[in-house]
């Protein structure tokens, strides 16, 4: 019941992800199978003690499990790229394809949590945006709002790439 719920509202918040809504029709069937096969293992282990029948569910039960453990997480892994896999490429989109040129003043002047620019390695970045999203806190980017921020950037993240990426993703212009 939860689960068709939530599959329902995933469908109308990103249409419906065909590969997720498959994996998900595949897994009912399988547990339904696995709780079926446990009852009749039990009941083969305490009320009619067959050890014949036991040693034949005993491993149909195991492999039911693992094969419901490994589709559960092939329909949560599939939910999860529905739902988040465009967002977090379009969160990556430049926004400026062209870079525009400010001088250092005009970048002091968005010294702001609402209004942050700033300059790192010769170029400018609205990073106001990411001032919420960023993982180490918003105080971080807060202390780079409005000033070359540099060698602050550099020090924590040089040669990373997904913070290259975000921070790519800021870019506004080049410093003149």
């Known amino acids: 019941m939860v689960a068709k719920s939530s599959g329902d509202s995933l469908s109308a918040a990103v249409g419906l992800p065909e590969e997720h809504a498959e994996w998900g029709n595949n897994l ?3 547990a339904v199978a696995l709780v ?3 009852i ?3 009941l083969f282990t305490i009320y009619l003690r067959s050890d014949f029948l036991i040693r034949i569910f005993r491993p149909l039960v195991a492999l039911l499990s693992v094969a419901t453990i490994a589709l559960t997480i092939l329909v949560g892994h599939s939910g999860a790229e529905a739902v988040w896999k465009d967002r977090y ?3 990556k989109v430049p926004l ?3 870079l525009d040129q400010y001088t250092a003043e005009e970048v002091s002047r ?3 949590a609402t209004d942050c620019w700033t300059i790192v390695d010769g170029f400018v970045y609205d990073v106001t945006t990411f001032t919420r999203r960023h993982p180490g806190g918003s105080k971080n980017i ?3 709002c409005g000033v070359n921020s540099t060698e602050d ?3 924590e993240h040089d040669g990373q790439r997904e913070p290259k990426e975000w921070l790519e993703s800021l870019k506004i212009g080049s410093l003149k």
């Open 28 to 30: 009912v069937p399988l």
């Open 36 to 38: 079926l096969a446990t």
């Open 40 to 42: 009749l293992l039990a």
């Open 89 to 91: 490429a379009s969160a």
């Open 96 to 98: 400026a394809l062209s």
């Open 110 to 112: 968005h010294n702001s």
């Open 142 to 144: 807060e202390k780079m």
């Open 153 to 155: 950037y550099l020090d």
